[in-house]
Structures are given as C-alpha cells and as structure tokens.
C-alpha cells in the first residue's frame, strides 16, 4: 500500500516546481526562513495562530512575492506545520 507524497518530486521545489536540494528551491527556503522567524515575534505581539498570521501576511502589500507564493502553497496543502 502506498501512501500519496505530500512534498512532491525529490530535486524539486515543492512551491514553484525548479530545481531544489530538498523540498525548497533557494528562494523559497528564505522564504520560509524569514515566515518561521517572523511569525516568532508575530505569535508574541498578536497571539495569532499559524493560520491568521499567514492570512494577515498574505493581505500586506509589503510582503515579497516569493513569500506569498509560499503561504499560497501552505495554505492551499495545509501544510501548517512547515512554521512550527
Ligand atoms: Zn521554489
């Protein structure tokens, strides 16, 4: 029996499909990086949940496009657990 791969081809970005050492391509790995520290501080001063931080961080116009191609994915998949 075979379970369904959530994370996609290996060498594949599982966000934009180029090529990636693991899930993540270069530019999506900073993504999640700057999604995992920022929602840090985020929690702290608003007590948001994963899922209300990246619905608050996907309506900032200041919010980079590689960003929100990420939470885009996250969302979508349900992937909340990629900030924790
Ligand atoms: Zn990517």
Redesign the pocket.
């Known amino acids: 029996m075979s379970k369904p791969e959530l994370s996609g081809k290996k060498g594949r970005?599982?966000?934009?499909?180029?090529v990636?050492e693991g899930d993540?391509?270069?530019?999506?790995?900073r993504a999640l990086e700057e999604l995992r520290s920022k929602y840090t501080s985020w929690k702290a001063a608003f007590g948001y949940n994963v899922q209300e931080y990246l619905m608050a961080l996907q309506k900032r116009k200041e919010t980079g496009e590689?960003t929100k191609?990420?939470i885009a994915y996250i969302v979508a998949n349900k992937r909340f657990e990629m900030l924790t």
């Open positions: 970005c599982i966000v934009c499909g180029e990636a993540l391509c270069f530019k999506h790995e590689w191609e990420l």
